[in-house]
């Protein structure tokens, strides 16, 4: 079974300053990682995802993450945040073959303050 | 790319009655949809898998009797909520991914239903 950990519960941070959200995973099989975005009493949308190849994939909205495979992280950076990024920001992992669910982190709360 | 709709997006019922929830892959079809329920400033967590023409795999603690999965057909997927009580007040989303792509295509989630029972 996988697990993902996200360290912070909340992170302030002021506009147009950088930003990075931490995720650990736990998986004895391969996986796919995810980050998602969520704005309030709305779905999820997909930030970026590591399938496989390159460890920095880059996502929508100026996002970036690295996969590290020995520290079992996949953390989501962003170099200059603006208001609009204030939302709730989900870690997610499932297993790389078949249609296995999604297993989320707790979630972080960005907020971007002006 | 994949759309997936969800209706209603809000839904108020009284106690004891039976809420449905639909969830449609509009341009593809998703032989496997997932259930998530998220409570209030938490987490999503997973309340079953739904296989179309099969019965849906439920989480551990999930009532199957309570949470009424249906997937008749390649693009719907349904959840009814029967005998709702004001505990099953939350936010209820569904998600789909293209058969045999395991995560790879990624996860497309509808926008939710926010669900409160009065």
């Known amino acids: 079974a996988q697990s993902v950990t996200q360290l912070d519960s909340q992170v302030p941070v002021f506009e147009e300053a950088p930003v990075e959200l931490r995720c650990n995973y736990s998986s004895s099989v391969s996986v796919y990682l995810f980050w998602y975005v969520q704005y309030p009493n709305q779905g999820l949308q997909l930030l970026l995802k590591y399938l496989s190849g390159s460890t920095l994939v880059k996502g929508i909205n100026g996002f970036e993450a690295e996969f590290n495979k020995s520290q079992t992280s996949f953390h989501l950076r962003k170099p200059s945040v603006h208001i609009s990024d204030t939302a709730e920001y989900f870690c997610?992992?499932?297993?790389?073959?078949?249609?296995?669910?999604?297993?989320f982190g707790k979630g972080t709360r960005l907020s971007v303050i002006a | 790319g994949a759309v997936v709709s969800q209706h209603p997006s809000w839904v108020i019922c009284k106690s004891g009655t039976s809420v449905k929830i639909e969830c449609r892959s509009l341009?593809?079809?998703?032989?496997?949809m997932f259930w998530y329920r998220q409570f209030p400033k938490q987490s999503l967590m997973l309340m079953a898998t739904?296989?179309?023409?099969?019965?849906?795999?439920?989480e551990q603690g999930v009532e199957k009797d309570k949470f009424l999965i249906n997937h008749a057909s390649l693009t719907l997927s349904t959840l009814t909520v029967t005998s709702a009580h004001p505990e099953d007040s939350s936010f209820y989303i569904c998600?789909?991914?293209?058969?045999?792509?395991?995560?790879?295509?990624?996860?497309?989630f509808g926008s939710g239903t926010r669900l409160t029972v009065v």
């Open positions: 997610a992992v499932s297993e790389n073959s078949g249609n296995t669910p999604l297993v």
């Open positions: 998600s789909a991914t293209k058969p045999g792509t395991g995560g790879a295509y990624g996860y497309t």
């Open positions: 739904s296989n179309e023409g099969s019965k849906a795999t439920y």
């Open positions: 341009d593809f079809q998703a032989t496997t």
